[in-house]
């Protein structure tokens, strides 16, 4: 296949998906990811596509929110490995908020049976992953359900969310970055995000590594805000040291 025909295929993969990654691509076109590198630069130059880390999203689409099904089936390994050392972060009978997200449900799924604890969310998949636990005390958050997140956003919400002062928030992000900071495609969502920030003492960011780079329409606060930065090797090296100057720990697992 010469490059020109590559290129389509990828631009066409990239509007169906929302995104583009570098080393999916390499292993369906059967070439080097840097060959995959030199199509994603020409569609960037070309103003089809822009590349973020890790791959590519189409041009003017920094506000594109895939359906929750689509991103759960998106870096599932990753997302395990997170949510897997995200289980250290739990206090043991203490209280946590837990965010929306494909990654925090995984965490949420992953909490033992026997666990003692507090879990706050406005998440439907979290809650119906937890709502058997005999011996977490689960408190549902209300509001206006968005059907993409499965989450509650909105004045009841944020109410809540006013009134709760927990040990540790595990929030999930659609883009992050030293610059950019923490980013989601819509305006509720980032309100109740950021009101999540301020309800708990402890903040633990679930994000994967392509995620790094991106920044969408809604900006809800600063990696400076996050504690602990839980990622997977993907993140380089560099990458982790530029957040790490921003006061944050990163893990990546």
């Given amino acids: 296949m010469y490059a020109p025909e590559r290129q389509q295929v990828i631009l066409r993969l990239a509007r169906e ?22 199509d994603l630069k020409a569609l960037d130059r070309a103003g089809l596509l822009r590349r973020v880390h890790g791959g590519a999203i189409p041009a003017g689409r920094l506000d594109f929110e895939p359906p929750l099904a689509e991103r759960d089936a998106v870096a599932t390994d990753e997302k395990e490995r997170i949510a897997a050392a995200a289980l250290g972060e739990i206090p043991i009978d203490g209280s946590v908020i837990i965010d929306a997200g494909s990654t925090a449900a995984r965490l949420a799924a992953a909490i033992p049976l026997d666990s003692h604890l507090t879990v706050v969310t406005h998440a439907l998949p ?128």
């Fill in 17 to 38: 998906c929302g995104r583009v990654d570098v080393l999916s691509l390499a292993e369906e076109f059967q070439v080097t990811a840097e060959t995959v590198r030199r």
């Fill in 126 to 253: 979290v809650a119906a992953r937890l709502a058997d636990h005999p011996g977490i005390a689960l408190h549902l958050v209300g509001g206006r359900v968005r059907h993409r997140t499965r989450a509650a956003v909105d004045a009841w919400a944020l109410n809540a969310y006013s009134e709760i002062n927990a040990d540790v928030v595990f929030l999930a992000t659609n883009g992050f970055s030293p610059k950019g900071g923490l980013t989601t495609p819509d305006l509720a969502e980032a309100a109740v995000k950021r009101a999540m920030i301020s309800a708990a003492r402890r903040v633990v960011l679930l994000a994967d590594s392509a995620k790094f780079g991106q920044e969408h329409f809604a900006r809800f606060g600063d990696l400076a805000q996050v504690d602990l930065l839980i990622t997977d090797t993907g993140l380089g090296s560099d990458d982790a040291l530029a957040i790490e100057s921003q006061g944050t720990e990163v893990v990546r697992a």
